[in-house]
Structure formats: structure tokens, C-alpha cells
């Protein structure tokens, strides 16, 4: 192979230092080429460092000339290297990592200099200093700046086009217009040959397993949700925080052929399942019975693709809980010690945990349960609790002493943090999942009570035991083994296959403690080889309104309910997953609701994608134009492609919300194409017109069939109604590339096109509102501060958002014909004016904008 590069060239630096990493891996043939010369034949501008592989092709990005090298000298790739944001959060590695030479190279010509650095940034001067004075990077340094200093970059450096002032800009806090990004040739002659390509670039589907198992030499992805308690009917936030996000990452595995299965099952043992047998007149297994029917149902309309559902009563269960318990006893971590408890003398019963409430006793939360604190997120004795109060009756209980068996944790503390240490860097660990494991052992782990005095359960195996049963939070992460158990004898291959087994968890926040401490210390003391969590993946709470889900008083939207309101499961799903609480709670909101079905799915996405078909029908027979792609043309397949990619490592990441940002982004470009291009005019004009019409329709209904795939792991009905509506080859339907494709070629029939989204009504909306509402008015009044907003009704803030839409589409229009930059900014101002109509309508308090004004 042979490395391009130049003298005084800055981005030589990172490549050269970087090819001395894979010195004696490779021969490299270095050469020094002028920075005007033009290495690459393709490329019309002159572009150094460049590398010619052996094959003929070339890598002229300066990040991927050194990915290549490092993966030639046995770098193997990392997420932690591949997030340059998390950089920053490691402090500045002092190990040479592929982003340390890149970001070194880059800095060089500012940080060469110490006099440019405050003394705030010291680590960062040392972080510098450190990687200069390696070989590799002193080596570069004086092939590139012969001797010269930094004043061998200064030539190259001045004939560089400055950065173009940001003049005529308004200062707001609202999110600027999209702005398309600036591409390179490379960018986009990969595009269009990717496009070019075709349905020929997909590869084979993946042969059907039944049932699915891991294979040697593939991807095997395995994926929980967090078991749902038996004993109620989960609400929207129950199936946003693990099912629906679980699924969504399920189907997107599927289509980029990993080999996936995904699993879930009702949680079942335990007194929260005597409790409601006792309150219903039937027996707990009656129960379970009732309530695993209910919660698969609800599941199943919301068109959750499990491989799995399954239970926790099952002799698998009681099998593989009860041999985890004796190999951990037998190495020794597991304690026994008289525990007090609180008993209910009304009830004539030990009370479970999260049937005692009572004052929190670190934070004075008044509704703290007896195992935790929903406030504070501190673990709780129950008898530790103020003011403590049965569930069941609301009688006092009183404190009683009984044996018990506890799990060691103190003892596993060690073999946990190793395993933490070996897991956690270039996972995808959520920040919250891994901020409430680190509190937990800063603050030590405690011996944690594994047994309890009830019937419902897993029997303990132990003499003077036999009473008791295994606490539901030391047997419910082991449903997971047992399900699959059930679905597979060859479960092992799964969950004791660490070396081969991707294992995603889905979770709300508050059950990370016992997926990232109690379950892992379990299985690493059981010294079997356990599969342990990969990834942890935990979402915020869901809040309805302006308060708390609750069943009893009839406040917020259950699964079984959300069938009833005429609103397709589709939607419910978008929604969700639009206000998917990532970083912070969210909450759900029938007026956002509202607008984000007819702005988003109606007016942005069901529109472009109709718009796209109809062309084709009424202008084209049913049958897709040939294609002549302009500059403008490939420009746009290069965006979308840039898209498609950011959508791609979003979801990588499990960032499920902000990929779908990415998808409803592709659809406003096509909008806005087909806005510029005015294919219903041209179709009329002359053969040159037409023509042109043909191409924009073309490349739109491509662009509508990407969006089908996109869609599926979140919308999968109407993913497949597009699909069929466009007559999608079935192996474009199935399988997800990174590049955008040309999958509807010049000449494909297409079916019948019909919209795809319903408008909601205002008076559809309210009356659910008022439905759900329960006595939620009444016992909760908003704050004075909040009655100082003033709210539109829905028909104005309708017509303000349709506004909006459509000097959004005028500002668009003028930045795509590149108009004076006067009059572009005027409309900027119009539809910042109205963006701010919008807030005030909807009762969101206008503020300041922030930043320095122009001088």
C-alpha cells in the first residue's frame, strides 16, 4: 500500500504517527506529494494524506487512514473510541488510542504552543505532551515540519477557505431550521454508487431457526425485558420503560441479521400474587392464570414481537433457581441471620416489603415501600421505616423475629467490580443504570435477605427452611434462564455461553439494582459460566398529565384500555417512543398527542410518502420513471445516506428516541425535494420536464420505501402497509444496510396507494381526556404559577401549528435556491414569531433568548 503525504499538511501528523503503529504488520510506501497535487482521480479538489490500498481503492479521511492502521496492528474496535463525546468523559486517555493520535494530529498546530492554554487545561497540556514525546508521534512531526516548527503549516494553512460568519442569524432558543450538512465528493460518489447497486447489494436472508440459538462466528443477540408483576394490568409507562423499547431494538437486530431472540414472561411468585388471589376469591395459581392471559394479550396488540413469553411457576423455574442457591451456598455466600419483621396481626401475615408503606427515614417521603424509596432511590429495611402501615388493611404492624438465608454480597464485592471494570467501558451501559450501581457500592454492599416467610414461591432446598420461599427478587432475574428454558433444552447455550452472547436488558430505573448487583453476584459466585448483562438498558418514569398513573382512581391509560379508544396500536407505539423517557421522566399528554399525530405522522410523514405513490400512479401508470440523476439529485441520495447512517448508530447505541428523529428528518428532505421540484407541474411541460418529473418522483418513492424499512421496528403495521402498497421485493423488506439503495428500479409496478394516518379530533381528544382523567382535577390543582399561562383552545393552536408548517416550507424553499441571505432572514423572523404564537398557545411560558447580541 502506499501513503500520500504532504510537508506542512497538519492532518499528515495523526496518519503518519498512526503508521508507525502498524510498522512491520504491512509494507507502506511512503510518499511526498505537493498539496496542490491531485492524488485521487476522482476527486476533482487537490486532497493529502491519502492512502492506495493494495486493491486499488483509497482512504483519503484522515480519522479512517488511522482506523485502518491501528486495525492492522491489532486494535480492536471499541465503542469508547468511537464516541468522541465520551473522549472528554475519560479524561484524556494517557494510552495511545486511535482517538488520542487523531485528536492529536489535530490540535497540534494550537497546542504545540503551551502559551495557548490556560491553566485550567493543564490535564489537557500533559495529556499533549505525553503523546508527543512517543516515537511514533515524534517521527511524524519531523517528516511533516521539517524541522521548521509549526511554521511549516502556516502555507498550507492560509490558502484553507475561512469559516463563513454566521451574519444575519437570529438568537433564540428555539432549534434552527435543519440545516442539510455540508458533503464531500467522496461522500457523494459513495452514495450514488451504493444507490446504483441496488437490490443486488443485499445480501442473502438468514435461514429461520425453531428455535433460535447462538451461532458460531455470527452476532448472537440476546434481549430481556424486565418480567412484569402478574398481579395488575401494565400502563403506558409499564410498556414504554421495557417491552416496547426491548421490541424495538428486537426488530432492529432482525434487520441487520443478527441472530436475535428476545424474551419476556410474567413475573408470578410471591405476596403481591396472594394478596390479589385473596382480594379476587381465587387461588394464586387462578390468578396467575388470569392476569398471564391479560398481560399477553395486551402485548400482543401492541404487536410485540417476542420469541418468548413466558412465566415463572414452572419446574424449570424452581430447577435452576434452586441449583444457583446451592452452588452459591456451597462456595460459601450464603449467610444466615434472625431477621425482624414486620408482621400484620389483622392480616395473620408476614408482610412482603412493598406491602408496608411508610415515612422514608433518610428522606421523609411519605410513601416509601418497605424495600425502597421511590424518592431518594435508597434501599430500605422495612422495619426501618416511620409510621409503617399494611397495605392490605392499613393496620399497624408489628415487629416479629424469624431466620433467614442472605446472600453474601460483601463477600462478591470484589468479583463484581472486576467484572463491572471488564464490562463497562465500550458498553452501552445507560447513565443512569450505571449511576445507580456506582452509588450502590460506594456506599458497600450489604448481606441481602434471600428467603421470606410465605407459601407463593420457590421452596428453599435447605433444612429448617422448608416454610420459606426465595425472595421474588432473588428468583425473578432467574426467570430469564428458566423461559428460555422452556422454549429450548439447549437453554445453556444461551446463559452460559459469555464468550459468544450479546445480552441486552430492558428496564425502568428502578430495576437496575437487582439486574446489575443482585443477579451478577448470583451468577459470578455460582462460577458457572453465566451469560451476564452486556448491555443495561434502564428508561426514566413515565408521568400521565400533570400527575401519576393509578388504577384505583381510574387516572392515566392501561393496556387493556388503549385497544378501546379507537386509536391504532401504531400510533400508541409512535408516541411512546417519540416522549421515550431517556435522560429525564417525560410525560404522556393528549394535547402533544394530538400534534404529533397530525403534524408528524399526518402532515409530515403520511404525507410524503402518499404524495411519492400518488405521482406514480396518476402520472406514470403504477410504474416507477427512469431515473437521470442531477448534482442536486446525487447531493440528496448523499443526505439521505448521512441519515440513514446517524439513525443507524443511534440505534446501535439503543438511543430508540433519537433515532426516530432521523427517520421523520429523511421524510421533511423528501417533502421539501418534492416542494422544490414540483413534479405536477413539470409532468405538463416539455420532454425535458418531464423527464425531470420522473427523476423526482423516482428518487421519492425510493426514498418512501427506505422509510418503510426504517419504520419497522416502530411502526411494523404500517411499515408492511407501505410495503405492500409499493410492492417492496421481499428481501428489500427484511434487511436494513447502511446504505440507501435503489430498490424500486425504472419500470417496477406498484399497488394501490391510500393514506396512511388519520387526523385526530379535538373533540375526540378531549373526551378521552376527560375519560382518563379520573379524580385527578380535583385532588391535584395545578400551582398558581402555572395559572398565569394561558392555553389556546386545540382548533387555534391547530391553526398555529399548521402555520408554522408552512413558513417552515417557504424558509426551506428560499434556503434550497440559495436567496439573498435579507430575505431569507426576514422569513427566519416570521417563523421564530410563529414558533412563539405556538408556545404561548400551548401554554409553555416564552423565553429569553439567550446569547451575546451583534455588535
Known sequence: MRLFVSDGVPGCLPVLAAAGRARGRAEVLISTVGPEDCVVPFLTRPKV????????????STSAICRYFFLLSGWEQDDLTNQWLEWEATELQETESLADIVLWGALYPLLQDPAYLPEELSALHSWFQTLSTQEP???AAETVLKQQGVLALRPYLQKQPQPSPAEGRAVT?????????????????MAVTAWEKGLESLPPLRPQQNPVLPVAGERNVLITSALPYVNNVPHLGNIIGCV??????????????????????????????????????????????????IHADIYRWFNISFDIFGRTTTPQQTKITQDIFQQLLKRGFVLQDTVEQLRCEHCARFLADRFVEGVCPFCGYEEARGDQCDKCGKLINAVELKKPQCKVCRSCPVVQSSQHLFLDLPKLEKRLEEWLGRTLPGSDWTPNAQFITRSWLRDGLKPRCITRDLKWGTPVPLEGFEDKVFYVWFDATIGYLSITANYTDQWERWWKNPEQVDLYQFMAKDNVPFH??????????????????????????????????????????????AQDTGIPADIWRFYLLYIRPEGQDSAFSWTDLLLKNNSELLNNLGNFINRAGMFVSKFFGGYVPEMVLTPDDQRLLAHVTLELQHYHQLLEKVRIRDALRSILTISR?????????EPWKRIKGSEADRQRAGTVTGLAVNIAALLSVMLQPYMPTVSATIQAQLQLPP???????????????AGHQIGTVSPLFQKLENDQI?????RFGGGQAKTSPKPAVVETVTTAKPQQIQALMDEVTKQGNIVRELKAQKADKNEVAAEVAKLLDLKKQLAVAEGKPPEAPKGKKKK
Not at 49 to 60: A, E, K, M, T
Not at 766 to 770: C, G, N, T, Y
Request: with cysteine; net charge negative; glycine share 6%.
Open 49 to 60: 494524506p491519502v492512502l492506495q490500498l493494495d486493491s486499488g481503492n483509497y482512504l483519503f
Open 731 to 745: 428481501p428489500a423488506c427484511s434487511i436494513l444496510l447502511t446504505n440507501f439503495l435503489c430498490t424500486l428500479p
Open 516 to 561: 446489575s448487583l443482585v443477579f451478577p453476584c448470583s451468577a459470578l459466585g455460582a462460577e458457572d459460566n453465566y451469560t451476564l448483562v452486556s448491555h443495561l438498558i434502564a428508561t426514566e418514569y413515565l408521568n400521565y398529565e400533570d400527575g401519576k398513573f393509578s388504577k384505583s382512581r381510574g387516572v392515566g391509560v392501561f393496556g387493556d384500555m
Open 173 to 189: 432558543n428555539e432549534p434552527e431550521e435543519e440545516e442539510l450538512a455540508t458533503l464531500s465528493e467522496e461522500e457523494i460518489a
Open 669 to 677: 428532505h423528501g417533502n421539501q425535494y418534492i416542494q422544490v421540484n
Open 766 to 770: 378531549e373526551s378521552l381526556r376527560q
Open 244 to 293: 416496547l423499547s426491548a421490541d424495538v431494538f428486537a426488530r432492529y437486530s432482525r434487520l441487520r441479521q443478527w441472530n436475535t431472540l428476545y424474551l419476556c414472561g410474567t413475573d408470578e411468585y410471591g405476596t403481591a400474587t396472594e394478596t390479589k388471589a385473596l382480594e379476587e376469591g381465587l387461588t394464586p395459581q387462578e390468578i396467575c392464570d388470569k392476569y398471564h392471559i
Open 137 to 139: 508521534c515524534q517521527r
